[in-house]
């Protein structure tokens, strides 16, 4: 693409104009090359414009206080109102439309988005696709991982990983969209044929400020942005398709624990599935729905459901114990709750009197509100419940301790508070008995823990079972 037509995609005007061929955009100066174009955009400590002069970049897109810091620049600018809302749309362009040539399925929600995402990833690679996936544990292309850093990446990169993708042969991708990705314009440019909602509970109210904003951000992906929506027919997934139309999950009939039947149409998909839990149900019922809204064979796609094991998600870990003992992600309270209650319903199955024990904390840097509450859902679920760190970011972790321990304390657990978190877990396991279920909630497949600026290696699934080998011998 020749700068001349960026410009004009971009609707910007051109200040130091050059024939400049362009063949990649991103927003990290240091990372372009020569055909590069650096987006610079507002940051919360700086323009990104005050960067460019770090870039080998050929050229620059930013707004007009970006072009107030470029004064000396002699290279060409497109000069745009606002870099974000155009920055998807020309980096689609930059890099061919990929994505209108792949089969590209979007899952928004609360909770679920990872799970969902692996579910159709393992079940249309069983099917003999080959597929992409991107989200919160990263990037796979036909099953080899790419590290990424962010839930859905900035709009430059994942125009570049779907090329990417099309180039080896990629038919079918399916990826995760959060509410910040929404927000900041990510995945602007992008041809979705599904545009997918699992379900909405309290979180990310730091940046969202209340439910119904966070809804509203939401909502954006269900506004023509794909050819067709799919949601629950309850709560606020029914008003997302009264608000914008679209298709509603089948209908959901439990036949025993994790086997069922969802009913589209005229047709019934028969499901046995791996995961633990009735949320993983519900999520497992959206992937065979959206499966069968793009023309392939739900029945088919289900089988691949038997195997489905998603890092850190309900992630059993065995070192011959005679409890059960899980990681998970879990951190806001409908997550924290639907945990517990599916551990409960796993004892209950079992026909085990077994208690349950979790430890919890709370990230730093994100929605307080929401602490008090997780402490509170564990509480009433949990028989016993450790108040630990998380991530504290650039908080203090006491103060961070204080917030959910002030709901766990509303319950009727035990509750106690281990501000290591290697201690916490250590402290669990020493707990369980025979019969028991623990569960290490909050940091799920991560690998670090982030103290003041600081990430430390840290993996929960890695630190019980160091806790559980050092009790079995």
């Known amino acids: 693409m020749d700068l001349t037509t960026l410009a004009k995609i971009a609707g910007g005007r051109l200040v130091n104009p050059a024939d400049i061929s362009i063949n990649a955009i991103g927003l990290h100066a240091q990372e372009l090359q020569s055909g590069g174009v650096f987006a610079a955009v507002p940051g919360s400590k700086a323009h990104g414009a005050s960067f460019a002069k770090d870039s080998k970049a050929s050229a620059i897109l930013t707004d007009e206080q970006g072009l107030e810091l470029l004064v000396d620049e002699h290279r060409p600018i497109v000069v745009v109102p606002q870099v974000r809302p155009i920055l998807g749309p020309v980096a689609a362009a930059v890099y061919g439309d990929p994505s209108k040539h792949l089969t590209v399925i979007g899952i928004t929600g609360t909770s679920g988005k990872t799970t969902t995402t692996h579910m159709l990833e393992v079940g249309l690679r069983r099917m003999g696709l080959k597929v992409g996936l991107i ?66 509970s309290q979180d990310h109210l730091d940046f969202h400020h209340t439910m119904e904003e966070y809804f509203e951000a939401k909502a954006k992906f269900f506004q023509g942005m794909a050819a067709q929506n799919i949601a629950f027919a309850e709560d606020w997934g029914k008003r997302i398709l009264d608000e914008f139309g679209g298709l509603a999950v089948g209908k959901i009939t439990e036949r025993a624990p994790q086997e069922f039947t969802v009913s589209i149409g005229d047709r019934d998909i028969d499901v046995e599935l791996s ?80 208690r349950l ?41 006491a103060a961070i301790r204080a917030a959910v321990l002030k ?62 080998s050092e009790v079995q011998s």
Request: charged share 20%; glycine share 10%; net charge negative.
């Open 275 to 354: 995961l633990p839990g009735h949320f993983n149900v519900l999520n497992a019922a959206l992937a065979v729905t959206c499966v069968a809204a793009v023309g392939l064979d739900p029945q088919e796609f289900a089988k691949g459901l038997k195997v489905v094991g998603v890092p850190g998600r309900m992630e059993v870990i065995d070192a011959g114990q005679e409890f059960l003992a899980v990681v998970d992600y879990a951190h806001k309270p409908a997550a924290v709750a639907a945990v517990l209650d599916a551990l409960r319903q796993d004892l209950e199955k079992q026909q085990s009197q077994g």
């Open 135 to 200: 989200g919160t544990t990263g990037t796979k292309i036909d099953g080899e991982w790419l590290p990424t850093s962010l839930t859905t990446p900035e709009a430059p990169k994942l125009q570049e990983l779907f090329a990417l993708m099309l180039e080896r042969g990629v038919t079918h991708v399916v990826m995760e969209v959060s509410s910040h990705a929404l927000s900041l314009h990510r995945v602007d440019g992008i041809s979705f044929d599904i545009a997918a909602f699992t379900n909405l």
């Open 407 to 468: 709901g766990a304390k509303q319950g009727s657990a035990k509750v106690i508070e281990i501000g290591d978190r290697a201690k916490a877990i250590r402290a669990v396991v020493a707990w369980a008995k025979p019969g028991d279920a623990i569960v290490v909630a909050g940091k799920g497949h991560e690998t670090g823990q982030l103290v003041q600026g600081v990430m430390h290696p840290f993996d929960d699934r890695l630190e019980l079972a160091q806790a559980l």
């Open 357 to 397: 024990g979790i430890v919890l904390g709370a990230g730093g840097d994100r929605d307080a509100g929401k602490r008090p509450i997780m402490g509170l859902e564990a509480a009433r679920r949990a028989d016993f419940v450790v108040v630990t760190d998380d991530n504290p970011r650039s908080e203090d972790p």
